[in-house]
């Protein structure tokens, strides 16, 4: 069993496995449902064949690990998210362009955007989102895999998912 000393408590490298999934997941679906909604069609977003959005889980599970269970205000929380979440994806645009020699998403035309790669809507929704996830989803994301699913039941489902997680990342890469 391996785990992550974070503050004053352990974390089990499977939780953090299993966060990053079930983020990456629903990160999948609010772009899917929110760019399909936009464009009146279906959009299948992301940059993997497989329904997970990488950014998402990984923003989701940092934000998680630092902030957690900290005595934050709301308020401040949802600034700090609104930042994290800002910062990952100019980042990762920045990354992805320089990688790929494209862009997955392109905010020029939003008000108060940084090289079309953040702008102030799209962090105002992911400070909002932070601040339900921190406070009100994670602790029942928690609450379902300590004791609802057995941990042999989350540890034999990753064994399955992480695999599958990086031949699709090899495969997106591949054919971008």
Sequence with gaps: MISIKVRRRSVELTDVAAWFVIYSFLGWIYETIY???VERRYVDRGFLYGPL????GSCIVFAILLLYEKKINKIV???????IASAF???TSWWMEKLFNNRWWDYSQELFNINGRVCLGAALVFGLFGVLILCYFHPLVEKLLNEYI???LTKALLKIIMPLFAVDVLLSAMSA
């Design 35 to 37: 760019c399909s909604l």
């Design 89 to 91: 994806e100019y980042v």
């Design 77 to 83: 929380l949802f600034a700090i998210c609104a930042f």
């Design 53 to 56: 959005i990488p950014i998402y």
């Design 150 to 152: 057995p941990p042999r």
